[in-house]
């Protein structure tokens, strides 16, 4: 059994980081690990995910270079490193695993965290 627990969001001014951390337990070495956002009223959204075993990174456009995923093996754990945040970004957060390569939708994602708040004001 998977489990998925989001940290480290918050408050942050327009054009600040964040670093979201993603605690994984459970057989996760066999998935990659996607990150999604969902903000008020709007569907579940693909950032990017990383290859477990390979360390790939794949990225949605609208990433556009200011959003960066990695993950430590020592602890189990990937991280959404997000910098120059404006407003657009307020979402929950989700960290996710999958078994399917190439995956970009939420249907092919079988575990999900719980999901951390992350709210950028101007």
């Known amino acids: 059994q998977v489990q998925l627990v989001e940290s480290g969001g918050g408050l942050v001014q327009a054009g600040g980081s964040l670093r979201l951390s993603c605690a994984t337990s459970?057989?996760?070495?066999?998935?990659?690990m996607g990150w999604f956002r969902q903000a008020p009223g709007k569907e579940r959204e693909y950032i990017g995910r990383i290859n477990w075993s390979s360390g790939h990174t794949f990225y949605a456009d609208f990433v556009k270079g200011r959003f960066t995923i990695a993950k430590e093996n020592a602890k189990n754990t990937v991280y959404l490193q997000m910098n120059s945040l404006n407003r657009d970004d307020t979402a929950v957060y989700y960290c996710?695993?999958?078994?399917?390569?190439?995956?970009?939708?939420?249907?092919?994602?079988?575990?999900w965290g719980q999901g951390t708040q992350v709210t950028v004001s101007s």
């Open positions: 996710a695993a999958t078994s399917k390569s190439g995956s970009m939708t939420v249907r092919d994602y079988a575990y």
């Open positions: 459970g057989r996760v070495t066999a998935y990659a």
